[in-house]
Nanobody
Framework: QVQLVESGGGLVQPGGSLRLSCAASGFTLDDYAIGWFRQAPGKERARVSCINSSDGSTYYADSVKGRFAISRDDAKNTVYLQMNSLKPEDTAVYYC????????????????WGQGTQVTVSS
């Protein structure tokens, strides 16, 4: 059974850090580009970051550049999103998604999705 499972979300104060994990089962992550998306209430799902399988190239939304870092551990079949200097506007449900294509900002180009993990940044 193909599955992506996110973990690591929670409540954190502004300026704090979290590391999200995206673990795959039923398929090998290193064949896929992996994207992290987020969706806040009343807003569209938007890509935060992505990492390609072919060359490890990475992409970040302007709003998170310099604060977030995506990485992959193919031996563990897991992709991570390190989030530092968190802001209240980072509050959202975060999803990881896998695509057999190259990284894309379009959510419909991804083949598999996790169930999401809530990140809340608040004092």
């Amino acid at each position: 059974q193909v599955q992506l499972v996110e973990s690591g979300g929670g409540l954190v104060q502004p300026g704090g850090s979290l590391r999200l994990s995206c673990a795959a089962s039923g398929f090998t992550l290193d064949d896929y580009a992996i994207g992290w998306f987020r969706q806040a209430p009343g807003k569209e799902r938007a890509r935060v970051s992505c990492i390609n399988s072919s060359d490890g190239s990475t992409y970040y939304a302007d709003s998170v550049k310099g604060r977030f870092a995506i990485s992959r551990d193919d031996a563990k079949n897991t992709v991570y999103l390190q989030m530092n200097s968190l802001k209240p506007e980072d509050t959202a449900v975060y999803y990881c998604a896998a695509s057999l294509r190259l990284c894309s900002s379009s959510w419909f180009r991804y083949d598999y999705w996790g169930q999401g993990t809530q990140v809340t940044v608040s004092s």
